[in-house]
């Protein structure tokens, strides 16, 4: 496969500063199958060349495949992430009772990348009107339950597809690594948003205890991410795009420990066979809360701001 690399400046700051070269570009296109690009996947341990930004501290990669190419591999994206997405909704809702105390009303919250639709779900029980969730990969969708499924729009996030100032919650999960312009989508996002409401994101944080232990054995670093934040890095993108009151929270996450066995770093055909045999096991699928190096990120637009 013939893959037409571009380079970019920090997505975040715009820094043009590239001195700082985490990790030179490691992967190979003919090893990318139909879950590359899907979510959850099993790690692949491949990552294009990643630059720390010195001004904001993120870590990007520079050069990376045009955005059409990567906007068709989440349209054709597989999915098998349906149990783990369940887990994933249940921890991140969690959130939602601190958030939910500051905002105008609980009319309209839009979920971009919502995948199955799970956490659709969550916000429909903790009483969220005119909820909608959009979502690129058509096997994703079709994986949603019944109940959530009418909310799901499929294609990838326009900000023209929707009113201003029409949400009062606009929710993001381990999706921000994976946009070419998550400074834009931020902006996007503010503008969508009612005085008064919140962008709620959940991304790896780079700087994580397990990341730091696992260096680049670690799955965050993977050619579905284009950028990974810090704290740092985090707060200067929501700040950048006009959010305030702007606070940061570990995750603690909750998986099955057949999960969690998914994303150590054992040799593939070991973790293969580990795997299949911890699936068959009752104890395969006790659930077990870990922190995965996950941070939570909220944002406010102010009650006096209007567009
Ligand atoms: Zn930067």
Known sequence: MKIEMVTRLCPVCCSADQSHIFAEADFD????????????KTPEYMHYRLISCPRCDLLYASPLPGLEMLAQAYMDAAYDAGVESEYASKTYAGFLPAIMRRLPDLGGALDIGTGDGAFLAQLLARGFECVVGVEPSKAAMSAAIGSVKPFIRHGLFRVEDFREESFSLVTCFQTVEHLYDPLKLCRDVFALLKPGGA????????????????????????????????????????????????GIMPVLNKYPLHYWLKLS???????????????????????????????????????????
């Open 29 to 40: 296109p003919a090893a990318w199958d139909e879950y590359a690009f899907a979510s959850r």
């Open 199 to 246: 962008l709620f994101l959940i991304c790896h944080n780079r700087r994580s205890c397990s990341a730091l232990f696992l260096g680049l054995k670690s799955p965050i670093f993977d050619t579905e991410h284009l950028q990974l934040f810090s704290h740092s890095s985090a707060f200067f993108l929501l700040d950048k795009a006009g959010f305030k009151n702007i």
């Open 265 to 307: 770093p054992l040799p593939l055909k070991l973790k293969q066979e580990a795997l299949a045999r911890l699936r068959r096991r009752h104890f395969g699928n006790l659930s077990i809360s870990l922190p995965a190096g996950n941070m939570a990120v909220v944002g406010y637009k102010s009650r006096s701001c209007s567009i």
